[in-house]
């Protein structure tokens, strides 16, 4: 049976594993940074299992929109204890990953739903999305695309690659979520 629930510290070695499977190296968060999301907003962090066993996670926190796109608010390591605004009205989808071998089963985008709803059933203000994300990352963009997450701003060179070169980072927002 599939389960959804939010994150706590008793996930974090599940969760380091996934995004070893899903990051590479220049692109993976260090476990500090995901205790301190689970400790700061575990609302935002959603965990799916399916039969008792780990399938993926996503990541998030409230920010108070501003129209104008800052890159550094998007940086690998960023604080989310220094970022979130519990009161403000944009979800930030900082992190989603299913691992490998439950891809392409419609999990991703459930996954995606399901923190949506979450958020909104607790923080009824946020009515807004944004995320960034790799050039390269072919499937989640397919997910944002089709729930009419639009492509805002580019972010040159914004991520590496493992071959040592540049891809861009794509900014896509939601204005009603
Ligand atoms: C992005 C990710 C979470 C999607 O998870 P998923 O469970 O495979 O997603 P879904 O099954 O909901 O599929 C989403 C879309 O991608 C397509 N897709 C997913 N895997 C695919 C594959 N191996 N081959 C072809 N299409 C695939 C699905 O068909 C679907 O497209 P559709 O809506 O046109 O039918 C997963 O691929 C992943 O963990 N990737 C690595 C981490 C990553 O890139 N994260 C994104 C950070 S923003």
Redesign the pocket.
């Known amino acids: 049976m599939k389960v959804f629930r939010t994150a706590n510290l008793s996930d974090i070695e599940n969760i380091m594993k ?1 995004e070893e ?3 590479n190296k220049y692109t993976r968060e260090e476990k500090k940074v995901y205790i301190e999301r689970i400790e700061v907003f575990s609302d935002g962090f959603v965990i799916m299992e399916n039969d008792k066993k780990f399938i ?1 996670t996503v990541s998030s926190e409230i920010w108070q929109y501003v129209p104008n796109i800052d890159k550094n608010t998007f940086t690998l390591g960023h604080s989310i204890r220094n970022q979130i605004k519990l009161e403000g009205d944009e979800l930030y ?1 900082s ?6 071998e ?11 739903f399901e923190l949506i709803k979450n958020i909104k059933s607790k923080y009824p203000r946020v009515n807004r999305g944004i ?4 050039e390269e ?4 963009r ?3 695309l ?1 729930n009419n997450f639009k492509e805002c701003t580019v972010l040159h060179g914004f991520f590496n690659a493992d071959d040592g070169t540049k891809k861009d980072g794509i900014v896509m927002r939601k204005d009603i979520l």
């Open positions: 996934l499977k899903c990051f993926g989808i992190s989603i990953g299913i691992l490998p439950y891809r392409d089963q419609g999990f991703g985008e459930e996954l995606f995320l960034l994300l790799n990352w072919k499937y989640a397919k997910i944002y089709k």
